[in-house]
């Protein structure tokens, strides 16, 4: 006896219609992490050379590495499990600036830790994954290029706050003007087609 009312909340792969606990699970282990980030990297950057701020900077690069592999699992996951189709929008350009915000994102998740990690090489300082393991400098010491390589990573994170602020003013915009199920389907503990079946 399996009516609707018992199917599990929320299917472990992405269905037509929703996201499933999968691809939210790294959605959101992913926002969490990269908040943590923005408040680690901004606090290690105002803080004058001291033990603290290596141990700070320290966490931060741990965790961009991680971010790193998280999307790249991600990414494969969504090989394996393609996202719902997206639902109509009243206009082929929000479509396309959906799908390129969207392929953004995902660059700067995978490139950011890549920039931070050459900044890091050119700064002389060695990396390592929670001391665990040490990464290999990827580039000779060279006070220009990390001059530079910061100013790229800063300038990468500000896109990135950029995004994502343009990011949920449009899942906010579906969910309250549109009244459709974009933000729904990404949610736990929401039943997917809840609108479709009992329209308001
Ligand atoms: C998605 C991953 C990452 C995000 C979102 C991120 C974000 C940030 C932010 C917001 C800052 C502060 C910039 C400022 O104060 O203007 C910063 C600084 C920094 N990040 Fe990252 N970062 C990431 C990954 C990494 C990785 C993997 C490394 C190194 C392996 C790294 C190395 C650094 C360094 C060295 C600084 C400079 C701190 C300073 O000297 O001022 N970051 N990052
Ligand atoms: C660091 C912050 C965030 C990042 C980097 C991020 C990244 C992403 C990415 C890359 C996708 C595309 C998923 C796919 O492959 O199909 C996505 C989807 C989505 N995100 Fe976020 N997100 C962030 C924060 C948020 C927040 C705070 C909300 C809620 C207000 C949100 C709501 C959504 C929704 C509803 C979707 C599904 C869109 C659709 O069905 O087409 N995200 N997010």
Known sequence: ?????????????????????V?????????????????????????????ERLILLARHKS??????GLVVLRLGWRLYSPPPPQPPVPHPVLRM???LSHILLYALLLSMPVIGWLLSSASNLTVSWFGLFSLPNLVRPDRRLAHWLLFTHQSMAWLLLTLVILH???????????RDEVLLRMLPFTRSGDRTRNPP
């Open 1 to 21: 006896m399996h009516g609707p009312s018992q199917q599990p909340l929320i299917p472990l792969a992405n269905t037509p219609t929703r996201y499933g606990i």
């Open 23 to 51: 691809a939210q699970t790294f959605h959101w282990v992913i926002v969490a992490l990269v908040m943590l980030q923005f408040v680690l990297g901004i606090w290690a950057h105002a803080l004058p050379i001291s033990l």
């Open 63 to 68: 965790i961009g590495f991680t971010i790193f």
């Open 97 to 99: 600036t959906a799908r």
């Open 168 to 178: 949920i003013s449009a899942a906010l915009w579906h969910h309250i003007i549109l």
